[in-house]
């Protein structure tokens, strides 16, 4: 039977909220993260792990910390010391940035650039154990585009606080609701994604090439509600992301939204005659969709529809009305939201 997990105290939700507030390390927020969503009682096990990118252990584990000894217990890292490591100071940084930037390919590439610098030889397995020490994951490139401008994301975040006072106004008169937009194809040509399978035996999916696709437009709101706006249509153009703002304006006619989006072609401009009055556009710099946490939400639906054949368009809307459903909830979404962006837009934006 799955190990239930008991309700957290009244007095330590709100210590994990008030730490949950404060500005925190990557690894710290995950650990709150996690406790904040054993609190909400609203997702498994399973999910909290998924959403927070974590074992269904380490849930475990976390929820035995803050009960045991608080949020000083659970934002705790103890090493008892070992082996003396193979790259270290300046070499560990050199490593660290060169990691960051995806210049080992193999591990090999690893093992030979530590002994051209260090002069020791690792074996494979050692030299694996350097790059899972110093954060190193096996995973699959992101296509950035060449015209990508590392320096104007950087601005983007530095900037958000005072570019949403200057949109809003510094005493807004009504209620500021900022949400995140983005759309995604979906198609009967199948996604194909990595599966689990036995050594030596050769995985099959099932595939066949039909060109039918539709536009899945959403919104997720950054903070407050959390909740999630979605639009099913058949094509997309300037008229039809018009369609999808108003939706968003008439979600709450009273307040003043913000909406935050790329430069797509298809997407309205600023200054755009459509634009409900109770909508404001604030872009992103050109070719950092990374910025934007609606491509979590659209991943995270990918996923339940790939491997699959589905006969017609309806069917495969249908599962991704489901699934969407499935991660819309307001703890769910909350998870998508990059931790910057949240720390961002409460650090300065009007309320």
Request: positive net charge.
């Amino acid at each position: 039977m799955p190990r239930p997990i008991p309700p957290l105290g009244e007095d330590l939700v709100k210590a994990i909220e008030q730490a949950w507030e404060q500005p925190q390390e990557d690894w710290k927020r995950r650990r709150l993260l996690v406790v904040r969503l054993i609190a909400q009682h609203e997702l498994t096990t399973a999910q909290i792990a998924k959403v927070a990118g974590v074992s269904r252990k380490s849930v475990f584990n976390y929820r035995d910390a803050v009960e045991r000894g608080g949020v000083s217990e659970l934002l705790k890292r103890e090493w008892a010391g070992g082996r003396k490591p193979a790259v270290r100071g300046a070499v560990a940084d050199e490593f660290i940035r060169r990691l960051g930037a995806g210049q080992f390919r193999q591990v090999r590439d690893a093992q030979s650039w530590i002994k051209k610098r260090t002069r020791r030889t690792l074996s494979a397995s050692g030299a694996l154990k350097v790059l899972r020490r110093l954060g190193g994951k096996l995973k699959t490139p992101r296509k950035s585009h060449a015209k990508k401008d590392p320096a104007k994301a950087v601005r983007f975040k530095a900037e958000l606080p005072a570019n949403l006072t200057t949109v809003v106004g510094p005493s807004p008169d009504r209620p500021v609701r900022l949400r995140v937009l983005d759309k995604h194809r979906y198609g009967l040509l199948p996604v194909i994604r990595r599966v689990w399978g036995r050594r030596g035996v050769r995985v099959h999916a099932p595939y066949a090439t039909k060109y039918q696709w539709g536009y899945l437009h959403e919104a997720l709101e950054v903070d407050g509600e959390n909740r999630v706006e979605l639009l099913f249509t058949p094509a997309i153009d300037r008229d039809i992301h018009a369609l999808f703002l108003r939706q968003i304006a008439d979600s709450d006619p009273q307040a003043l939204h913000v909406v935050i989006q790329d430069q797509a072609g298809f997407h309205l401009p600023i200054d755009d005659a459509r634009l409900p009055s109770n909508l404001r556009l604030l872009p992103l710099p050109p070719y950092c969709p990374e910025l934007n946490p609606v491509e979590r939400f659209g991943g995270l639906l990918k996923a339940t529809v790939a491997n699959r054949l589905y006969p017609t368009l309806r069917r495969l809307e249908n599962h991704l009305t489901a699934a969407a459903r499935r991660w819309s909830s307001p703890a769910a979404v909350s998870a998508l939201i990059h931790s910057w962006l949240f720390d961002q837009v409460n650090s300065g934006a009007p309320a």
